[in-house]
């Protein structure tokens, strides 16, 4: 899904045919730098400044996000998306309108109204995104496995280049579930969700910063049991 015609500031790359790892290597060739890890992807600013790219390589809560900004295309409390691409493995790239943190305050006040349906003193935009996110979370939960629902808290709201509040990546996956059951039972993994959609599943940051040595091999003996 494209909201822009004009993709000339995109690396042109055949993204269907590229895992994540050769996305992130390709676009650090082109100069873009990066500049954050969360738990599911890394973020990487464009060498103009103006866009970032979140490259992951699974994560099918942000494809909600996605729909959000389609079905919402142009509401000025959600930020500018360029491309959004699908890749090999069931990976993603977004290409996004950079924005910077927002103050601790001003972002936690706003994360908490949106929360809690309080939406004094905001404008019908903001409450645009509030129900369209409401049901995008319903249809998501009716239909994906390890889906979490809603997740907004301050460190979803930034800052856009123009001064405007916008809210990020404000939908999540039930991690712990999800790779409590690759220890678990990994077949039912695979009958709940393809297995080449996920799979870089064991490739997302988290994984990479919060376990040991003995929980990384614990997961790849898991994962490769049935090959």
Same mark, same amino acid.
């Given at each position: ?28 060739? +082109?100069?873009?730098? @990066? ?5 599911? #992807?890394?973020?990487? !600013?464009?060498? =103009? %400044? $103006? ?48 924005? +910077?943190?927002?103050? @601790? ?5 706003? #994360?908490?109204?949106? !929360?809690?349906? =309080? %939406? $004094? ?107």
């Amino acid at each position: 899904m494209a909201e822009h015609e004009d993709h000339s500031r995109v690396p042109e790359l055949r993204w269907a045919s590229l895992s994540h790892r050769q996305v992130l290597a390709a676009l650090i060739e +082109a100069g873009w730098v @990066p500049s954050g890890v969360g738990d599911w #992807a890394t973020g990487l !600013r464009s060498p =103009d %400044g $103006t866009l970032v790219a979140r490259i992951c390589p699974f994560d099918p809560a942000y494809a909600a996000f996605v729909e959000l900004c389609r079905v919402c295309a142009g509401n000025p409390w959600l930020p500018k998306i360029e491309l959004a691409a699908e890749l090999e493995g069931g990976g993603s790239a977004v290409f996004l309108e950079y924005a +910077a943190p927002a103050g @601790p305050e001003v972002a936690e006040e706003l #994360a908490e109204r949106f !929360r809690d349906g =309080d %939406g $004094t003193g905001f404008d019908d935009e903001f409450q645009q995104v509030r129900d369209a996110a409401g049901k995008i979370d319903a249809s998501y939960r009716a239909a994906t496995p390890w889906w979490d629902g809603l997740d907004l808290n301050e460190a979803h709201v930034r800052r856009a280049l123009d001064g405007r509040l916008i809210l990020i990546d404000i939908f999540c996956m039930d991690g712990a579930a999800l790779y409590g059951m690759i220890l678990d039972d990994l077949a039912e993994v695979h009958r709940r969700m393809p297995r080449d959609r996920m799979r870089y599943v064991l490739e997302i940051p988290y994984i990479a910063r919060e376990s040991s040595p003995a929980e990384i091999a614990a997961l790849r003996n898991a994962w490769s049991a049935l090959d």
